[in-house]
């Protein structure tokens, strides 16, 4: 699993996070291991906390960090819950926090999972394989008017209200079952035209994957969590891989960091009414040439970080 998964922008996100030896790390997307890994060889006397909810990942993370120390513990839990997972462990401020969102390389290359438009399996798209909610819920249930709204919005697709009619049309006749099913009902959604450049599936799998596993719902509430528990000095990095989470990302990073419109300008502000944080980087870390030649994959990823300084 390790050779199929490429950690994306590693060296960038590991030194944007500024660890010490002794720092307190929370990675809330553990995965397989490649930026955790990387963090514990830095941590020798500090510790490593790393969320994930799927059961595969933990056992071959858990194998992968053993070789290089004991000195961290796996929760398995939606990041949501960082704060009161954390607080079970008598953790109540860490160094640095660390999101890397969207779906790992492994996840999306085992056919089963059914996350992938180029492999047919059954449609499940679940990071989670104990959560009731699986893709062929969405597909067989979601009203043609809910479907539209999640493909067009979370797929950012134009031509979300065709793929939802055709989608409503065909399960009439039979349960959409299979992943090449949807896809091919995709297709004839979507003009010849626009088929030619991408997949024409790529913005709906997207949307329905966000839909199942919650991502968006819970990622403003887990940034909040993370700034809330951030020591003095301490920073969350956080790698997006879409418009959709980057845009809720730049926004409350903003939110944070801006001093009030009102008293802007202002000489001598008072250090109560300075924001708590700074943007370490003003643009969001994009990978290089070199990174892209290597994992194609990463070429939507974007890294921001924010800082606590009082």
């Known amino acids: 699993m390790t050779e199929k998964h490429i950690s994306v922008l590693l060296n960038e996100s590991i030194s944007s996070l500024n660890i010490k030896e002794n720092s307190i790390i929370v990675d809330c ?3 397989y291991g490649g930026h955790s890994s990387n963090i514990l060889e830095r941590i020798k006397k500090g510790f490593l906390f790393a969320f994930d909810q799927d059961g595969e990942a933990i056992r071959h993370s858990t194998n992968r960090l053993k070789t290089i120390g004991t ?3 796996i929760i398995k839990s939606n990041f949501v819950n960082l704060k009161e997972e954390l607080a079970k462990r008598n953790i109540f401020s860490v160094d640095g926090v660390l999101f890397d969102l969207g779906v790992s390389s492994p996840q999306l290359d085992t056919k089963e999972r059914g996350f992938s438009y180029h492999e047919d399996a ?3 798209m679940r990071m989670d394989k104990e959560a009731s909610l699986t893709a062929y819920e969405v597909v067989n249930t979601y009203s043609k008017e809910k479907l539209a709204t999640i493909i067009r919005e979370y797929g950012e697709e134009k031509f979300a209200n065709n793929i939802a009619k055709k989608i409503v ?3 009439i006749k039979k349960p959409i079952e299979t992943t090449n099913e ?3 009902i995709i297709k004839t959604a979507i003009p010849l035209k626009f088929r030619l450049d991408k997949h024409p599936a790529r913005k709906t799998f997207q949307a329905i994957r966000i839909e199942v596993n919650h991502e968006l719902d819970v990622l403003k509430p887990a940034l909040e969590q993370a700034l809330s528990i951030l020591n003095v000095g301490g920073r969350v990095a956080v790698i997006t891989f879409h418009s959709l989470e980057d845009r809720i990302v730049k926004k409350y990073f ?3 960091t801006e001093i009030d419109k009102k008293i802007q300008g202002m000489p001598n502000i008072p250090l109560e009414y300075l924001p708590n944080f700074k943007l370490v980087i003003n643009k969001a870390i994009t990978p290089t ?3 892209l030649k ?3 994959r990463a070429r939507s990823a974007k890294l921001r970080v924010i800082e606590r300084i009082k």
Request: hydrophobic share 20%; glycine share 4%; no cysteine.
């Open 169 to 171: 049309e065909t399960r």
């Open 71 to 73: 000195n961290f513990t």
């Open 289 to 291: 040439e070199e990174e």
């Open 294 to 296: 290597n994992n194609p």
């Open 29 to 31: 997307t553990l995965g």
């Open 122 to 124: 059954k449609l499940d």
């Open 254 to 256: 903003k939110e944070q």
């Open 182 to 184: 949807l896809v091919e």
